[in-house]
T-cell receptor, first 110, second 114 residues
């Protein structure tokens, strides 16, 4: 049981490039979410999903897209990276209220 | 939407002392209040949570209290140890369906000095 996994661990992008951050969970959790963590800002919700085929915006959705085609996977797409998207990104999944976080992806946009 | 304020932003204590971190929330519909511990370079990990039908919950050296009327909740760590040093986050949610989304406080850096 791997829990919540994220790839890659580290990524450097140039401004304007696109990429997808991968998130997968093997706990059959319906609810999944993406957060970004910036120094002094806590964790802020980007997008979330309550089940396959259902996604919604969180607090800071601009510049990010998500889709949920399966229960297991919830990728986060950056269409045109900007320096303001430099951050640590965490994916989380939950069965009920308790959320379990993945190990994170540290993204730098130059 | 929900707003969660957390204080203090940094807290330094001597080993063996107690540490208290406080959070307030704005949405009276929130009913689930978890606390996460994050060590440097690691993922946040749930250490304790409380629901709005409970006033206090304890787990060994950690406890959480909730005052629904005042809309605040607190984390108490007794007999602190150096391994308690980390950033602690409080959060709030309404629970259930799309309301599972958490709103986090900005975190408290706890340093336990040997």
């Amino acid at each position: 049981n791997a829990g919540v996994t994220q790839t890659p661990k580290f990524q450097v992008l140039k401004t304007g490039q696109s990429m997808t951050l991968q998130c997968a969970q093997d706990m059959n959790h319906e609810y999944m979410s993406w957060y970004r963590q910036d120094p002094g800002m806590g964790l802020r919700l980007i997008h979330y999903s309550v089940g396959a085929g259902i996604t919604d915006q969180g607090e800071v959705p601009n510049g990010y897209n998500v889709s949920r085609s399966t229960t297991e996977d919830f990728p986060l797409r950056l269409l045109s990276a900007a320096p303001s998207q430099t951050s640590v990104y965490f994916c989380a999944s939950s069965y009920l209220d308790e959320q379990y976080f993945g190990p994170g992806t540290r993204l730098t946009v130059t | 939407g929900e707003n969660v304020e957390q204080h203090p932003s940094t807290l330094s204590v001597q080993e063996g002392d107690s540490a208290v971190i406080k959070c307030t929330y704005s949405d009276s519909a929130s009913n689930y209040f978890p606390w996460y511990k994050q060590e440097l370079g690691k993922r946040p990990q749930l250490i304790i949570d409380i629901r709005s039908n409970v006033g206090e919950k304890k787990d060994q050296r950690i406890a959480v209290t909730l005052n629904k009327t005042a809309k605040h909740f607190s984390l108490h760590i007794t007999e602190t140890q150096p391994e308690d040093s980390a950033v602690y986050f409080c959060a709030a949610s309404k629970g259930g369906g799309s309301n599972y989304k958490l709103t986090f406080g900005k975190g408290t850096l706890l340093t336990v000095n040997p």
